[in-house]
């Protein structure tokens, strides 16, 4: 009854701070739009509100439902539902790459961007068949502590933390990108401020309010990814004459016109179509957008397969992804949280294309300019003349995407340093208060820390993050896979398949870092393309799985305790 | 004491009924997964054939005679065609492009009169000057310059219509125009333009076959496929497995 109360009491609270925000909102449509006449450079100040605004509210919702514990820190007191921890794996999952950067991979790269999209879904099938419901059996609160107790050693715990922190580190990079580039279109900063500030108000948020506030904040952001991203495909689709009702078909003629071309003057039903500038909306034929792998985009067949493959097996091994599952009350939900969630990534990810496609058309004549990719989905909705408001809102909604990865990402990093390397490494005495004060000193460093790194602009967004996904591919996921479907899977075998996983990950990185540079390594052009930094992982993880399965052939078996406890509890 | 191979555990050879039956379920959906994914991906790839756009069999039927100067409408205005249709694709590299507008233009001054060449060459300064404005302008300036621009094109596509074909309002008239360079090579012989023919095929061959050709909903079949199917079917999966191995527990008895 007090905790009905308790929720009421929230529930009327947080009513009154979003009537005042609908009410701000109403305020600010009654102005006047500014008039379109530069795609960016200047201060855009109805977008400036609207991201004040939202930013103002993943705060209080962060201070309303704080952490007051560590289990609320890490776990959310295991009390979210189904479709909420949907909602949360969705606002988790779907980031900067994948508001901002799918789309423009897919504008630069034609029918190859479509990996991404394929590479983030699919890797869902296989987090649910082999993982999700396991791992919530296993009853671990974050990777490491799964991998430091299957296989029964501090060693694995350590680098495991370290490579939590790594990934997590890794995938925070490209969302701070993101964050920049959002926050230097609409605030007109250059982008060194930009990442500055963005980074500034994702960590005072997180450290308010660690994962239970981080996961509330996950829903809200959702809501606004969803709402902010779909309106103005639906504005577009219906002010170019294509099939609205469901922009997410309707956009496949306007593929098929990428491809044969539309003439200029392009007029139907009497208008006139055109884009914010007053460009006809045409384009010469362009099949290159959508056939496979086309040579103009610089891309192979096996660079489709290798990054999708990629993708899909570093979903099913990211840290804070497998860490969503141990939120939900029950198993049976993990399971379902899984589809909930997939289903209301798949929303965003059937809508992306569809941006890349009116991108190419908007932007066809030559007088646009060259455009950045990882910005194209907000050019494309200014060049297709949508309310500068609803444009505005579409980047508050990239930012939302970016932030709540972030906050997910910075939390399993700063479990990662104070649950399984303060607490259980350097001071297994410590009260759950240092503990929490570790947590939000590793989030601090660590948010300080690939701020700098963004600020170096190293790829497009969807590559950098890319990186995080191979690397988790190659170390978290064979110790998970094995270590839950495989009783023998040992120690040694474990620690032999990550430092394969290791290795692989250090010869990419290492020769991407070279060529980066300009300088040239034994092999250079071979490694770069079988072994790139965006897509390692379609050998490393098979390798470190294979180097796993023959190493503990050959040396000291699991100990019982863990065989029957995965027997009993994980495999019923 | 325990033996410690009561409790081994592999997927490939589950302990009991309930986990083969398991495992059969995780091995389809599996083999679903994967053969839906990079099975139709090399499905694809088997089948493609190299297809040249319309344009590139223009060109390729054209340049040797303008390599050799034989300019006539017969010959150039075809080969301009493919060479404004490969320049408005806006994938090609700043490289490629150079060369592109090059040649678009070394072609232009080659078949317009002398008398109209010092106009073009006036009129392609003014406009390179509006568009260097334009980047400085804010607001009713920007505005202002915009349309001195929008004017000037007309003024130097309806000078060229006569000898390019392409009319104000066109996109390919856009394309041009803003292609037109006052500094350009003087012949096709220049040895800027070896990696032409090249720099056509590579941007007017494309992977096609019945797959990419086919319609669907509108789409190329091979893009509804991977944009669209594969995604649900990755949804559809997923329903189907908690339905069946919550059927499955169901059916055993076991609680998890």
Request: glycine content about 8%.
């Amino acid at each position: 009854m007090v905790l009905l109360n308790k929720i009421l009491t929230k529930a009327l609270i947080m009513k009154k701070i979003y009537l005042t925000f609908i009410f701000s909102f109403l305020g600010i449509l009654s102005l006047r739009a500014e008039s379109l006449t530069q795609l960016e450079g200047s201060f855009k100040p109805g977008p400036a509100i609207i991201l004040i605004a939202t930013l103002v509210t993943f705060v209080l919702v962060g201070i309303f439902f704080r952490a007051k514990d560590p289990a609320d820190y890490y776990a959310a007191g295991r009390k979210i539902s189904r479709v909420g921890s949907g909602m949360a794996i969705a606002s988790n999952w779907m980031s900067a790459a994948s508001f901002l950067g799918m789309a423009g991979m897919m504008y630069g790269f034609g029918y190859n961007g479509l990996a991404y999209v394929v590479g983030w879904t699919g890797g869902y099938v296989l987090l649910l068949i082999l993982m999700a419901a396991q791992i919530r059996k296993y009853g671990k609160y974050t990777a490491p502590d799964f991998i430091g107790d299957r296989y029964y050693s501090r060693d694995l715990r350590i680098v495991s933390a370290i490579f939590t922190i790594l990934i997590s580190f890794a995938y925070c990079v490209g969302q701070f990108g993101g964050i920049g580039l959002m926050f230097k279109w609409i605030l007109g900063l250059n982008y060194t401020l930009a990442v500055i500030i963005g980074s500034s108000v994702v960590l005072l948020y997180t450290l308010i309010s660690g994962m239970i506030g981080a996961t509330k904040n996950m829903q809200i952001q959702y809501v606004i990814i969803v709402v902010s991203f779909l309106i103005p495909i639906f504005i577009m689709t219906f002010k170019f004459d294509y099939f609205w009702l469901i922009p997410q078909i309707g956009y496949g003629a306007a593929v098929t016109d990428v491809i044969q071309g539309i003439p200029a003057p392009n007029i139907t039903n009497g208008v006139s179509l055109v884009n914010a500038f007053g460009h006809d909306f045409s384009i010469v034929p362009s099949p290159e957008f959508a056939m496979p792998w086309d040579p103009s985009t610089g891309t192979s067949f096996f660079q489709w397969v290798a990054i999708c493959f990629s993708l899909m097996v570093g979903t099913a091994g990211l840290p804070h992804v497998i860490q969503r599952f141990y939120v939900v009350p029950k198993v049976s939900d993990a399971r379902w949280s899984v589809v909930w969630g997939l289903f209301f990534i798949c929303l965003v990810y059937w809508t992306a294309p569809a941006y890349s496609t009116f991108g190419k058309l908007l932007s066809s004549n030559p007088e646009v300019g060259v455009l950045a990719k990882d910005a194209i989905v907000v050019y494309t909705a200014q060049l297709g003349n949508v309310n500068s408001l609803i444009v505005g809102l579409l980047a508050a909604g990239a930012i939302s995407a970016a932030f709540s990865t972030v906050a997910g990402l910075l939390v399993a990093g700063a479990s990662a340093f104070s649950h399984d390397l303060y607490v259980r490494v350097i001071n297994p005495a410590s009260t759950p208060k240092t503990q929490l004060n570790i947590a939000r000193i590793g989030t601090i460093i660590m948010g300080l820390a690939v701020t700098i790194v963004a600020l170096l602009k190293l790829g497009l967004i969807a590559q950098l993050v890319s990186v995080a996904f191979s690397m988790a591919a190659c170390t978290i996921f064979p110790l998970f896979l094995l270590g839950i479907w495989w009783s023998g899977s040992n120690r040694t075998g474990a620690k032999a398949g990550l430092f394969t996983g290791i290795f692989i990950t250090a010869i990419s990185i290492t020769y991407f870092i070279v060529g980066l540079s300009g300088g040239s390594l034994p092999g250079q052009t071979f490694i770069s393309y079988w072994l790139n930094v965006w897509y390692f992982a379609w050998i490393g993880a098979p390798l470190a799985i294979i180097v796993n399965i023959i190493v503990s052939r050959f040396t000291t078996p699991t100990p019982l305790e863990i065989k029957k406890f995965l027997a009993e509890h994980v495999h019923n | 004491m325990e033996s410690p191979d009561l409790y081994n555990f592999s997927i490939f050879r589950p302990r009991n009924h309930h986990g083969k039956k398991n495992r059969n379920v995780i091995f389809s959906m599996v083999l679903i997964w994967a053969i839906a994914v990079f099975g139709f991906q090399f499905l694809l790839r088997g089948i493609q054939k190299s297809t040249p756009e319309k344009a590139l069999t223009m060109f390729e039927s054209t340049w040797p005679g303008v390599l050799t100067g034989d300019l006539t409408p017969v010959n150039y205005k075809p080969f301009l065609n493919s060479l404004v249709l490969v320049k408005g694709k806006n994938i090609v590299k700043p490289e490629d492009q150079e060369v592109l507008s090059d040649a678009i233009t070394c072609l232009t001054f080659k078949v317009i009169p002398d008398s109209v060449k010092t106009v073009l060459l006036s009129g392609i300064s003014d406009l390179k000057s509006l568009k260097a404005k334009l980047i400085q302008d804010k607001d009713q300036e920007y505005l202002v310059t915009k349309k001195m621009i929008g004017e000037k094109n007309k003024e130097l596509t309806d000078i060229c219509a006569p000898y390019s074909d392409f009319k104000y309002g066109s996109l390919e008239a856009v394309i041009f125009i803003n292609s037109l360079d006052e500094k350009y090579p003087e012949s096709f012989n220049d040895i800027s333009f070896t990696s032409l023919p090249e720099i056509m095929k590579l941007y007017l061959t494309h992977n096609q076959s019945i797959l990419t050709d086919t319609k669907f909903l509108g789409f190329p079949f091979h893009y509804f496929y991977t944009a669209v199917f594969l995604l649900i079917l990755f949804i559809t999966l997923c329903i189907v497995y908690n339905i069946l191995i919550e059927w499955r527990l169901k059916k055993d008895g076991i609680v998890e």
